[in-house]
């Protein structure tokens, strides 16, 4: 089925988000290393950037390392590490041929030297770029995240520079590493799991979850334009009742 030609344009997700997962399965059911399997992965994200630009959709969020994964075999995160590096200085080009701006979120003091200084440089260099936002999650974990946020408005509550009757919802928000990004309204996982894994656990409160059973590294945009199609086609109430939005 040809699923791009059905979308309604007008009414695509203002934010789409993805847990890519299944690496290591997909590498597992290869006999290859997981390595490969990460490696492979790769050209799913290319895929998946360049669809969602080519649709419209202007904020895409990929989690692409958590704080939990930090606990993998040494091996195993250098290997992501080296691999992310790589796959900064590669892509660079494809985001500025598209229009692409490079964001992220996380921990990211916590990444080797060199992936922290060319995922910054490459943040630097498409910083002007207005046809979408891409963000990557790295060593990124909603739990930290939100902690982090209570420290700071504590802080600024303590110093009087905010008071306890100030602080609602756009407050926090705004003390989040999603601050400059809306809500998310389309979060999709791969490879079968249904958790959300410590992925943006408050920006997800009404995003519609979509779950499919493709690995990772075999993901490409026309499934991409699938999962958006379910989601033009679910009734999204927030609360109300379905008479009182038609
Ligand atoms: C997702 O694939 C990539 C990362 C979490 C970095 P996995 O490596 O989790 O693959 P599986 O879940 O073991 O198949
Ligand atoms: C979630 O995948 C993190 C990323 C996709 C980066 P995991 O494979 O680490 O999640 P769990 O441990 O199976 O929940
Ligand atoms: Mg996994």
């Not at 992501?80 to 692409?100: A, F, G, P, R």
């Not at 963000?135 to 974990?141: D, I, R």
């Not at 003390?175 to 809306?182: E, V």
């Amino acid at each position: 089925m040809n699923y791009k030609d059905k979308l309604n344009l007008d009414k695509l997700p203002a934010h789409v988000a993805i847990i890519m997962d299944g690496n290591g399965r997909w590498a597992k059911q290869k006999g290859f290393l997981r390595a490969s399997g990460h490696k492979e992965g790769t050209k799913a994200v290319r895929d998946t950037v360049e669809g969602c630009a080519e649709i419209g959709v202007k904020n895409l969020t990929l989690y692409a390392f958590s704080t939990e994964n930090w606990n993998r075999p040494k091996l195993e995160v250098d290997t992501l590490m080296k691999l992310l590096v790589s796959s900064l200085k590669k892509e660079i080009k494809t985001l500025q041929d598209n229009n692409i701006r490079l964001n992220c979120i996380g921990n990211i003091s916590n990444l080797p030297k060199k992936a922290k200084k060319e995922l910054l440089d490459v943040i630097e260099k498409t910083s002007s770029n207005t046809r979408m936002t891409l963000t990557l999650a790295l060593s990124y974990g909603s739990r930290e995240e939100i902690t982090s946020c209570f420290k700071q408005i504590a802080e600024k509550v303590s110093k009087r520079e905010l008071s306890i009757e100030a602080i609602d919802e756009s407050v926090i928000n705004k003390h989040l590493y999603t601050q400059n990004l809306p809500d998310v309204d389309l979060l999709i996982r791969t490879s079968g799991e249904q958790r959300i894994s410590n992925f943006l656990l408050w920006q997800i409160a009404y995003a519609e979850l979509y779950f499919t059973k493709i690995l990772w590294p075999d993901y490409r945009r026309e499934d991409l334009f699938e999962a958006i199609y379910n989601y033009q086609n679910r009734e999204r109430r927030f609360g109300k009742t379905s008479e009182q939005l038609s």
